[in-house]
């Protein structure tokens, strides 16, 4: 999922503008992107070295219950992304649930600028990371210890849950595929099928193990059947703890908030791939059939010009004889005026169809001439 970049990279380009502009100018911009993700950076003339940036997204939660507004475990993350450079304002810009001032004068004017700028283009991940993380910490450690693992259901987007079984050694994410065309189905199963196997290979021993079943895996017994019918199985992931540690749960949680996504990605480029081959062969095809006829007419026209009546009766009959060859008439002609071989009525037509033989009862005599 490289492709699915933390960093939002229009915000990214917004902010390194206000960050190396020479003078200071009021902006104003209001973004959205994938998921219900909203910005708002703003920039005054008055404040040369800051900027305010406001953040509206769709909180993780739990199907019992949802969020409206960011926890304090959360908030405490976001300070920590750049300490002095961030600074978190109370209250909120209204219609966003949280909004940032930040301080450009305290970037070090070298090459961690831009890294810098990116973590701070990369809050919406941090908020996510962070949600799940507190999600998991909460759950029950007795029915963990009793062997009992609750699946949790996550509501990132509406239509698109998915659960997480917490166990003593590893985090099971199982996602209920849901796709709206039946044709695209077909492309989804292969593409599960091509996930399972590269992931059970030795270059990839150190990745999340991935299965792909038709049917809710055991995990998911007792959860409602509306939320386990689908027309693209289950596909489940195997999180261990190397794949949770420092920086890597970041990448862990937003890889798995945009599966859904990947796969109606992957889907959407074979498609346009497929067709695209389909009008390149068709262009091709096409291109073929028209040089052919423009080889005939030339043919025709030199035999007229000439004066030669026979030349295009040849040029005819050539042109008969292509078309016998091409489409392999003479074979299916064949097939249409062979009669029709029934095995052993011949036996049967010698036996009992056999007519019988007469001899004429009058007989000619030839007349002489006198």
């Known amino acids: 999922m490289a492709f699915f970049e933390r960093a939002s990279p229009a915000l990214k380009h917004i902010l390194l ?14 973004l959205h992107e994938f998921g219900s993700l909203q910005y708002h950076i703003q920039s005054y003339a008055s404040e040369p070295h800051h900027a305010y940036l406001s953040v509206s997204t769709p909180l993780l939660s739990t199907g019992s219950s949802i969020l409206c507004e960011l926890p304090s475990s959360t908030m405490e993350t976001v300070t920590r992304i750049c300490p002095g450079v961030v600074e978190i304002v109370e209250p909120p810009r209204t219609g966003y649930q949280l909004t940032l001032k930040l301080n450009f004068a305290k970037i070090p004017r070298k090459k961690d600028a831009a890294k810098i700028i990116t973590e701070i283009a990369s809050v919406h991940t941090v908020i996510l990371s962070s949600q799940l993380r507190e999600l998991l910490k909460n759950v029950n450690d007795q029915e963990i210890t009793q062997g009992t693992y609750k699946p949790i259901k996550l509501v990132y987007h509406q239509r698109e849950p998915f659960y997480v079984v917490k166990q003593p ?3 099971t994410a199982v996602f209920p595929i849901r796709i709206k ?3 695209d189905v077909v492309i989804a199963k292969a593409f599960f099928q091509e996930l399972v196997d590269v992931g059970s290979s030795g270059r990839f021993a150190k990745a999340p193990a991935c299965y792909w079943s038709a049917i809710p895996p055991a995990e998911l017994r007792g959860e409602s059947m509306q939320d386990l019918s689908t027309n693209g199985g289950f596909v489940s992931f195997e999180i261990m703890a190397r794949h949770v540690e420092g920086k890597k749960l970041e990448k862990t949680v937003w890889n798995l908030l945009n599966f859904n996504a990947l796969v109606k990605y992957h889907v959407k480029c074979t498609k346009g791939f497929v067709q695209r081959r389909m009008r390149s062969r068709l262009d091709s095809l096409v291109e073929a059939l028209q040089h052919t006829n423009m080889k005939e007419d030339e043919d025709e026209h030199i035999g007229k010009v000439k004066g030669r009546t026979r030349v295009k009766k040849v040029m ?12 392999n ?10 009669r029709i071989r029934i095995h052993g009525f011949g036996k049967f037509q010698r036996r009992w169809l056999k007519l019988p033989s007469f001899s004429s009862v009058m007989r000619y005599q030839k007349l002489e001439k006198y």
């Open 17 to 30: 503008q206000l960050y190396s502009a020479d003078k200071p100018f009021a902006v104003e911009h209001h």
């Open 169 to 171: 050694e590893k985090l």
């Open 181 to 183: 065309e039946d044709s």
């Open 316 to 327: 005819r009959f050539m042109r008969c004889k292509v078309v016998m060859r091409r489409w």
């Open 329 to 338: 008439l003479k074979k299916q002609i064949k097939r249409i005026r062979s």
